[in-house]
């Protein structure tokens, strides 16, 4: 049970460990926001001069979802791994559902009608205005503002306070402020991911790749085993993306943040990841 | 971009358009937004619950950009930064809060700045000279990704300067305590006046620490929360401190470290040579 969410949670938590162990051996490997393409674009327009020596990897970051999907929102975000830790039995996924498919439970007796009609699906075009309104602030007030309120940002800052506690024993406001901030993100504003975070802008856009690339592994049902037509929706139910792997167009499978939990799931093991 | 904003401003009209006739609320619209999302009509659109969130989004941080502004331009702080931060509009522009620079120091100097009011420096580095001073190994330059230090800037070899605190330095009223001077490792930075007392020459020092590291002062005296812990510390050539001639007193100290000079930027590089006088031999605690 939930096998694939633990591996979700210790795959994030290894990540953050990782850089707390770089922190004490004076590796310097950067927190996440060394690859981010939101910070990236927001040092560009407050500073006035283009961040190039990040350029190689926000690229990597965009490239590595153009290959294989969303899968940083699933499986390293902090976004996730707080809603995985403290979301209960069903945390929410990007699109602020709860993993309980509400397509499926219109059919009224009979076979429930198709899942993927019923999604609620992430908006680009939110996310777009969110990100064009950022830069805009950071043009203006001359430094990155969105830094200040990123889940990401957030998740880090509390990291670090935490291990400046540990070397100078000097504690801060932000051991506080910051993860109050961050679990009111995630819990209060349950939309975050689908409407606002600006670097799911821009993973919507290499996931628009992703989906049309013919080799890059996408979560799609065999229609040999696959019980669809028996009536069976367990990959629509167990995502968060209510996305259902016989049916989903690549519009839907855009959402999907490859998180496995459809490929656990499924009675007959007829979700495979492939190319199609 | 352009197609699926005008789809989705069709579909909130939509939405609305249903939801008036019932005298319905804000979520009621939102749902039938939803409605219309899932009979398919608009695949790539917005619903109006996420334009609502992401307006809402954008408010809060036109909001927090204004409120950051006036935050920052109230404090005019001047934090002793690490090596290569060119001045704190230039590190506050270009810092994303990446930590490599914290990482990267091998002495743990470097650390993030804690949430003051001064809310948007939060996180951005800053040096802390308590358990070690800087060698300037440029790690942390060579470390910053984002240009927030660079090997241009004219703090690249000169971080700041020291101001001994006259009612906290030993020196002063005991007498006797040649420490910074000894340990000091740039010839002529720290003289000894004809009373024992230490000065520091302001063109010479480059802000390396090592006499605030190792100012003995707070266990040689007992604890007084009115004077400052050390007899010694490094400011900011941008803080109002460093503007003032010779030693200050902990009262002016802690009013004037992190205040920044009206004429910022005149003193930043009268000791840039300094680091040229550097002892190599300095051998490190
Ligand atoms: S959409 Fe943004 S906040 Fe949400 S999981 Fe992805 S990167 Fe994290
Ligand atoms: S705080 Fe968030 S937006 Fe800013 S650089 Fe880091 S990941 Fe990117
Ligand atoms: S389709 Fe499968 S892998 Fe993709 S988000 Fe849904 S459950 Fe996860
Ligand atoms: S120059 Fe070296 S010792 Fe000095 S602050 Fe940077 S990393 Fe630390
Ligand atoms: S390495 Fe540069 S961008 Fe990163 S935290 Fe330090 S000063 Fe800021
Ligand atoms: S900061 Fe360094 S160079 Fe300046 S007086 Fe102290 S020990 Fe000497």
């Known amino acids: 049970m939930n096998k694939m969410r633990y591996l979700r949670i210790g795959v994030a938590l290894a990540v953050l460990a990782a850089v707390l162990a770089c922190t004490f051996a004076h590796v310097p490997a950067g927190t996440l926001c060394a690859l981010c393409p939101v910070g990236f674009a927001e040092i560009a327009v407050a500073s006035g001069s283009v961040p190039w020596a990040l350029l190689p990897g926000v690229l990597a970051l965009l490239a590595v979802v153009a290959l294989l999907g969303r899968v940083f929102c699933s499986w390293v975000c902090p976004t996730s791994l707080t809603r995985n830790l403290f979301g209960g039995r069903t945390p929410r996924g990007l699109t602020g559902r709860t993993g309980t498919c509400a397509g499926c439970a219109t059919g009224a007796g009979s076979a429930a009608g198709d899942p993927n009609a019923a999604r609620t699906r992430s908006s680009l075009a939110a996310q777009g205005i969110v990100l064009a309104v950022l830069l805009a602030v950071s043009l203006v007030v001359h430094f990155p503002v969105f830094c200040l309120f990123c889940p990401i940002g957030l998740a880090f800052g509390t990291l670090f306070a935490a291990s400046r506690l540990l070397i100078t024993w000097q504690p801060g406001w932000e051991l506080i402020v910051f993860p109050a901030m961050l679990l009111a993100e995630v819990f209060l504003l349950r939309r975050w991911c689908a409407a606002i975070c600006p670097l799911g802008f821009f993973f919507g856009l290499a996931a628009k790749l992703h989906v049309r690339l013919p080799f890059a592994p996408k979560p799609r049902a065999d229609a040999a085993t696959c019980l669809y037509a028996e009536g069976c929706r367990t990959c629509a139910t167990v995502c968060p993306e209510d996305i259902c792997d016989a049916t989903a167009t690549p519009r839907d499978l855009e959402d999907c943040t490859g998180c496995l939990d459809c490929k656990e799931h499924c009675p007959t093991k007829a979700v495979k990841l492939t190319g199609k | ?285």
């Open chain 2, 1 to 285: 971009m352009q197609g699926m904003k005008e789809k989705s401003s069709g579909q909130a009209t939509a939405g609305s358009g249903a939801a008036a006739p019932l005298g319905a609320s804000a979520a009621d619209g939102a749902t039938r937004a939803d409605d219309a999302t899932r009979s398919g009509r608009r695949p790539a659109g917005m619903s109006r619950r996420q334009f609502v969130m992401a307006g809402a989004a954008g408010a809060v941080l036109v909001g927090a950009g204004g409120l950051g502004a006036f935050a920052r331009d109230t404090a005019q702080a001047a934090y002793l930064r690490p090596p290569g931060a060119e001045d704190e509009a230039h590190l506050l522009a270009r810092c994303d809060r990446c930590q490599r620079c914290v990482q990267a120091c091998p002495y743990d100097l470097v650390q993030p700045r804690p949430l003051t009011w001064d809310f948007p420096a939060v996180g951005t580095p800053e040096l802390i000279y308590k358990d070690g001073y800087c060698d300037f190994c440029m790690k942390c330059v060579e470390a910053c990704p984002t240009g927030a230090l660079s090997w241009d800037a004219p703090s690249a070899a000169n971080i700041g300067v020291a101001k001994v605190v006259s009612d906290a330095c030993v020196a002063w009223d005991w007498g006797g305590c040649t420490v910074c001077a000894d340990r000091c490792p740039v010839e002529g930075a720290i003289t000894l006046d004809d009373r024992g007392r230490p000065h520091v020459d302001e063109v010479l020092c480059d802000g390396c620490g090592l006499c605030e590291m190792v100012c003995p002062a707070p266990s040689l005296r007992a604890y007084d929360a009115s004077t400052a812990e050390k007899g010694i510390y490094v400011v900011s050539r941008q803080s109002a401190a460093a503007a003032v001639p010779g030693a200050l007193t902990s009262a002016e100290l802690e009013e004037l470290c992190r205040t920044r000079r009206t004429d910022a930027g005149t003193g930043t590089t009268a000791g840039a040579g300094a680091a040229g006088s550097r002892e190599k031999g300095g051998s490190r605690e």
